[in-house]
């Protein structure tokens, strides 16, 4: 297995994941791939320091050549972040100064996130086709869900998305309503970070009506808690945790704006305290990386909860299970173990709204031969119209990262529901391309 960021953040969780794994056919030896030495050396010690006592421990070898570590890889796990955690800042900061949304995957931050990062994710997945044609990509680079797409344009469905915050979402409505997660059927669908729960049936009943019933149960959970009672129940459906961007989007930009510092640069110092530390060989790697971690869980989406007053996270949901949808993923393919996950595939026929080859994020049946969408009932109007809308955006930026035409870029930013004015849109142009080297293509 190779894990392009290999000196990303998070590559302990997924290779804490591969270390519980003893079954056979599991992975057994991990490049990790990063344009950073100094990066992949840290995690490599934490690595190090996580296998310890473990006798079977995935090997790890580290590279900053791209073709060698995707040479004959049979998964490849793409968790990159084109310009940084700086280029994220940059992201919110420039949207911000325009008074819209900056954040890394929803309206202006996340097109300009977009418009860097897929000409990187389109040479990888050609080099992928093209060094390792058998591979499985699991990309988990965001926008997870329009990079998603470009690489599919390469890779057809052997390019797969996940995400955890439907996996999240999914395992918090079946806790309020008491069942196990893995006995309900969660009825999600959308895309990326803008999907609903329209239904959780178990043994046959949808539970759902149940819950949007129930105020001392809606309030007894994060999303229920950032939207309030009133609202799901005027939508009779629990939205993924991003679309508070959306729905109560000029709080979630004032509470940006008022925050001393954005999320984007928070993670830019806190990692980079990070980094530095673990460079030194006398801090201990594993502690320091837990420690780090813990703090960027408890503090994740906090400027939205203090927005609708949802206080803090819940302890249960502080391990997103971002590691896990990625193992249960690969033990399905690899193992032809039948599993059933929320993630991000092509359409074929499942939203009529969209032609078959839109990536969407959807519950799917994983086997040996790849991911499955189910098919769902159909989003009502409202759902279906911000679906179509940003699908659209998506689109004008892929057009705009093949063609290079900033016109194109342009048309992105303005058709996107949170940016309000095609003047904003020109102006953010001007400010991402003025501060973002991967943007230097748009002419
Ligand atoms: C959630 C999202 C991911 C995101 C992660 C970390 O799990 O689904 O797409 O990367 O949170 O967010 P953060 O703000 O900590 O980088
Ligand atoms: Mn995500």
Not at 215 to 227: A, K, Q
Not at 362 to 379: K, N
């Amino acid at each position: 297995m190779t894990i392009l960021g290999g000196g990303g953040f998070r590559v302990p969780l997924v290779y804490g994941a591969l270390l519980g794994d003893h079954a056979d056919g599991r992975v057994t030896r991990v490049v990790l791939h990063d344009v950073d030495a100094g990066r992949l050396r840290a995690i490599v010690r934490v690595l190090a320091e996580r296998a310890a006592g473990v006798p079977d421990a995935p090997e790890v070898t580290a590279t900053t050549d791209l073709d060698e570590a995707l040479r004959g890889a049979d998964f490849v796990f793409s968790a990159i972040r084109v310009g940084g955690l700086e280029g994220r800042a940059d992201d919110e900061r420039i949207a911000l100064a325009e008074g819209v949304l900056g954040q890394e995957t929803v309206g202006a931050g996340g097109i300009a996130f977009g418009l860097r990062t897929v000409p990187v994710a389109v040479d990888i997945a050609r080099r992928v086709a093209r060094l390792a044609p058998d591979a499985w990509v699991i990309n988990f680079t965001n926008p997870a869900g329009l990079v998603t797409e470009a690489m599919s344009r390469h890779l057809g469905d052997r390019v797969i998305g996940i995400c955890d915050s439907p996996v999240g979402l999914g395992r918090r409505v079946a806790r309020v309503l008491g069942a196990r997660p893995a006995e309900a059927w969660v009825d999600y669908v959308g895309l990326n970070h803008l999907g609903w729960v329209r239904g959780l049936r178990i043994a046959g009943r949808d539970e759902l009506p149940r819950l949007l019933a129930d105020p001392v149960l809606l309030g007894s959970f994060e999303e229920g808690r950032l939207f309030g009672a009133d609202w799901l129940r005027s939508l009779g459906a629990i939205p993924n945790e991003y679309l508070h961007y959306y729905y109560f989007n000029r709080e979630a930009v004032h509470g940006y704006r008022e925050a001393g510092r954005t999320r984007g640069a928070f993670l830019r110092d806190q990692q980079a305290g990070f980094y530095a530390g673990v460079a030194d060989p006398a801090v201990p790697a594993l502690e320091l990386w837990d420690r780090t971690r813990a703090e960027r869980e408890a503090t994740y989406m906090a400027e939205n909860r203090e927005a609708a007053g949802a206080g803090e996270r819940e302890a249960e949901d502080l391990s997103g299970g971002y590691e896990n949808v990625a193992l249960a993923l690969m033990r399905a393919i690899a193992r032809d173990e039948r599993a059933t996950l929320i993630l991000n595939v092509r359409n074929r026929g499942t939203l009529a709204a969209l032609d078959g080859d839109a990536v969407i994020e959807v519950p799917c049946l994983v086997d040996a031969h790849g991911a499955h969408p189910v098919a769902v009932d159909p989003l009502p109007g409202h759902a279906t119209g911000l679906v179509c809308a940003v699908k659209a955006v998506e689109r004008e930026v892929l057009d705009a990262a093949r063609s290079g035409s900033r016109t194109t870029a342009v048309k992105a930013f303005a058709l996107h529901p949170l940016v309000d004015s095609v003047n904003v849109a020109r102006r953010l142009v001007d400010g991402y391309t003025a501060v973002h080297p991967g943007l230097a293509y748009l002419r």
